[in-house]
């Protein structure tokens, strides 16, 4: 069965500043897809960023990267030079491949508040 | 290009009561996702289309939930007897169904069941 797990409820930092998020899932199936999402005060959830399970190369996108590491089954995003807008709900997320279904297993997300 | 949009965007209901909410995709997108999301939570699939087609309703609790996509475009969602247990955000969203695997949400109806 899959699931997706995110340990740290919330995290503070200050503004600038480098901040990792933890991320762990399962799965039996050998090609899978991991994201993670953004969810502001608003509600409205943002797609931030993606990454194949057959690609070793963490991916990155402006000041988000993925820290992959498959032996482990994690799947950390970083963000570096944190802005007070960074402020919101961080979501993992993982969909697999082979199974042929679209569904996105979503972990409980981390509350991340970045400080002036 | 426009976004998902959803409406109403919150409702607040006495238990026993039905309530409907909508779902326009992005244009082109054809699979078509409604989840809920109850507070403090991440969002758990519902059910999804491609097309007009259903492809996974096995977490819709049929009793009370039904989804309909009759074009292929617009979906609606409906809950035929509310009950307190359903206070949660419902959220749509779409994707395309090859390529691109990300699916992008819409901002949610926010359901209050009293």
């Known amino acids: 069965a899959q699931k997706v797990t995110q340990t740290q409820t919330s995290i503070s930092v200050m503004e600038k500043t480098t901040v990792t998020m933890d991320c762990v899932y399962e799965t039996q199936d050998s090609s899978y897809f991991l994201f993670w999402y953004k969810q502001t005060a608003s509600g409205e959830i943002v797609f931030l960023i993606r990454?194949?399970?057959?690609?070793?190369e963490n991916a990155t996108v402006g000041h988000y990267s993925l820290n992959f590491q498959k032996p482990k089954s994690s799947i950390g995003l970083i963000i570096t030079a944190t802005q007070i807008e960074d402020s919101a709900v961080y979501f993992c997320?993982?969909?697999?491949?082979?199974?042929?279904?679209?569904?996105?297993?979503f972990g409980s997300g981390t509350q991340l508040t970045v400080m002036p | 290009e426009a976004g998902v949009t959803q409406s109403p965007r919150y409702a607040v209901l006495q238990e026993g009561q039905a309530v409907s909410f909508w779902c326009d995709p992005i244009s082109g997108h054809d699979t078509l996702y409604w989840y809920q999301q109850p507070r403090d939570q991440g969002p758990q699939l519902l059910v999804y289309?491609?097309?007009?087609?259903?492809?996974?309703n096995s977490q819709l609790p049929s009793d009370r939930f039904s989804a309909v996509r009759p074009k292929g475009t617009n979906s609606t969602l409906k809950i035929q007897s509310a009950k307190q247990g359903d206070t949660a955000t419902y959220l749509c969203a779409s994707s395309t169904g090859t390529g691109v695997y990300e699916q992008y949400f819409g901002p949610g109806t926010r359901l209050t069941v009293l």
């Open positions: 997320a993982m969909r697999e491949g082979s199974s042929g279904s679209w569904q996105l297993i």
């Open positions: 990454q194949d399970s057959y690609k070793k």
């Open positions: 289309f491609r097309d007009e087609a259903v492809i996974d």
